[in-house]
């Protein structure tokens, strides 16, 4: 039976046999919904050697490629955001890595730094551009449409945060991968091929990836909870005050007989048309008054008041 390898190295240097041997467990995600790829690993250190081997840290990088026979997997480039070091007084320890392949590093912010500002008479395409070059990252744009943008302000939200929610919005998907930053079109994902095929062990056939590295456990689940046959969603426009309404059924859960139903009222600081007029700016530029604005309080007045003998 072919064994499916990871080849792992930190910092730029590849682990050794014997700190490979203290890996316990190696876990690899590539999300969709969220907006990276991570890595885990732990680690059991009994005698110190993994410890005394490397110089842990966050931010440093993590390279990760996966091997089975002729097949090789490139997991990319992590950098490490959490580390967790658990010892005794024998010496030894066990060790937890978490990483993700959002760069951490001072030109890039696009996860960690909130910011207020408005964007406007743009598109999402050159919004991602602009996320993109304020982070060091380069776009990779995988979208045949552009949606526009009449204008969207960001409160209080990291980067990423905003731009997902109009990749949300467009039913697009975003993620970050060895220093690019990709927009994907759920629809065609789901058009594609699929990579490969999960074989369940069987008596004598241990399964596997294509029935290679055979499987040591397997967990699979399906619920009707939030499962709807169709989607309605309905919403004044602000300009016309006419109710738009539209719903889309999807064809392979007609025997559900749900339909989810999605009232969405526009806020007069959020628009798609592109000849609205300029209605605030960023927060930044035009910083309050103090001397102008309260935050809702009225001064009680002092006496004498009228009408009343003190």
């Not at 909870?225 to 109710?243: M, Q, S, W």
């Amino acid at each position: 039976m072919l064994k499916v390898m990871p080849a792992i190295s930190i910092g730029g240097q590849a682990l050794p046999t014997e700190a490979m041997n203290c890996l316990t467990e190696v876990v690899y995600k590539e999300g969709l919904k969220f907006t990276a790829d991570t890595v885990s690993l732990h680690v059991a250190d009994p005698g110190g050697t993994f410890r005394q081997t490397f110089r842990l840290k966050a931010t440093i990088p993590v390279t990760l490629s996966i091997a089975a026979g002729a097949y090789t997997k490139q997991c990319g480039t992590f950098y490490v955001h959490t580390l967790t070091f658990a010892g005794n007084r024998s010496g030894g320890c066990t060790i937890d890595i978490e990483c993700t392949s959002t760069p951490i590093k001072p030109e890039n912010s696009a996860r960690t730094e909130r910011k207020s500002r408005g964007i406007e008479k743009t598109t999402l395409k050159d919004f991602a551009t602009k996320v993109a070059q304020d982070n060091g990252l380069s776009l990779n744009w995988q979208v045949k449409a552009n949606p526009k943008i009449g204008r969207s302000d960001q409160h209080d939200q990291s980067d990423l945060v905003h731009l997902e929610t109009h990749c949300a919005d467009n039913d697009l998907s975003m993620k970050i991968k060895d220093g690019s930053l990709i927009i994907l079109d759920h629809d065609a994902l789901e058009k594609q091929a699929p990579t490969g095929t999960i074989i369940a062990p069987t008596i004598g056939n241990p399964g596997g990836i294509n029935g290679v590295g055979g499987l040591l456990s397997f967990h699979m689940q399906e619920s009707t909870e939030d499962t709807y046959k169709a989607c309605e969603v309905a919403y004044y426009d602000p300009r016309t005050g006419k109710l738009c309404k539209r719903t889309v059924t999807d064809p392979d859960c007609s025997d559900l007989g749900i339909t989810h139903r999605w009232k969405h009222f526009l806020h007069e600081d959020e628009s798609t048309s592109l000849n609205d007029p300029d209605t605030a700016k960023d927060v930044a530029d035009n910083p309050p008054d103090p001397t102008k604005y309260t935050l809702g309080y009225t001064p009680f007045p002092v006496p004498p008041w009228p009408g009343v003998v003190t």
